[in-house]
């Protein structure tokens, strides 16, 4: 089973489990310090494991983005969604080359569904980008989405500060796409472009399944059908009626990627986005809030993996029976629950 390709990108995700003997061997043994020094330096595939681990959640992964940490905060996260068949891929590999005639490293986060058998990512239409692969300077790195309904990976972010870490400044998150979950990459990226469609309106109903509201910059992709004009337009005025976050409107931006035809005119335009929130102050409040999202993420996710080494599985399925009856409402069995998992706060759980 091949993990990564000859020059050190990522081209599937299993579960660290289901790795290759050999591979999680080495994984795992490797000092997190040494790993991530050899990542530093260049070496692909050591960046190709440490990513793994991190997503992994295995034993070396704190100490990994403990080095990794202090050298974020200085690149650029530029989230990439929209509904099914927009052409997300296709754009995202467009703006990882426009990024690269600009002499910046780029990674690609490609959140995919996962697997039913293996819990890996279906790949699905990433072949578009493997020509990207022979770039010393891109990274392309396939996630799954572990079943999170919004697309993302628990720990995209943490995938995505080692890659910071270890130089890239431009780092493209793009996401399942399956509409109004898609809230996640908000959380995620410091920029989010919506890739919409002309087509049988997809545009419009996109705005109305939520994506109007996470949307900091608009691509009506494949313009070269008709109706992209008329979407564009349609797309416009719904913004212009809407809430318009930190002083901005969204821009609409005619591409198509099967060609670059508006692609660095897109460029411009996210580049025009974070100037703006950095001249307003909005990017260090994003940022700030995207940690405090994060410390949050954490703890909720240490609670749970406490109340279930706590609570045994019998009691937890009596209780759950107990509400099946309508014995006990949902409220009041999470009191009760947390009260036997945290026997020290009953007073307060009360």
């Known amino acids: ?133 022979g770039d010393p300077g891109v990274f392309i790195r396939s996630m799954a989405s572990r079943g999170s309904l919004g697309g993302l990976a628990a720990a995209t972010s943490d995938v995505c500060d080692v890659l910071e870490a270890v130089g890239f400044e431009r780092i493209l998150i793009e996401t399942v796409g399956v509409g109004q979950s898609e809230l996640e990459v908000a959380e995620t990226a410091d920029t989010t472009l919506v890739v919409l469609v002309p087509e049988s309106g997809d545009a419009v109903q996109a705005l109305k399944a939520g ?19 008329r979407a564009a337009h349609a797309v416009r005025s719904m913004l212009h009626l809407g809430a318009h976050r930190e002083g901005w409107e969204p821009p609409v931006v005619l591409t198509v990627a099967s060609d670059g035809t508006g692609v660095p005119g897109l460029v411009d335009t996210i580049g025009r986005h974070v100037t703006h929130l950095a001249e307003k102050g909005q990017l260090a409040t994003r940022r700030r809030r995207r940690l405090s999202e994060r410390i949050e993420s954490h703890l909720a996710a240490r609670a749970r993996a406490r109340y279930l080494a706590r609570v045994p599985e019998s009691r937890r399925e009596e209780i759950l029976s107990q509400v099946e009856r309508r014995a006990l409402t949902p409220a009041a069995a999470a009191r009760l629950l947390f009260a036997e998992a945290w026997p020290e706060e009953r007073g307060a759980a009360s």
């Open 1 to 133: 089973m091949t993990q990564w390709d000859a020059a050190g990108n990522f081209l599937s995700i299993q579960k660290f489990d289901d790795f290759p003997t050999r591979e999680k061997a080495i994984a795992t043994q490797a000092p997190a310090d040494a790993l991530f020094e050899r990542a530093l330096a260049g070496d692909r595939l050591a960046l190709a494991r440490a990513i793994s681990l991190v997503e992994n959640e295995a034993a070396p992964a704190e100490a990994l983005l403990q080095a990794a940490f202090p050298r974020t905060g200085k690149g650029l996260r530029v989230g990439v969604t929209g509904p099914p068949g927009a052409g997300k891929s296709t754009l995202t590999a467009r703006l990882a080359r426009a990024y690269r005639e600009q002499g910046e490293k780029v990674a690609i986060v490609a959140v995919d569904p996962t697997s039913p058998f293996s819990g890996g990512a279906v790949l699905g239409d990433r072949v578009r980008m493997w020509e990207l692969s």
């Open 211 to 229: 994506l109007m509201e996470i949307g900091d910059v608009f691509a009506i992709n494949k313009a070269d059908r008709e109706g992209a004009e």
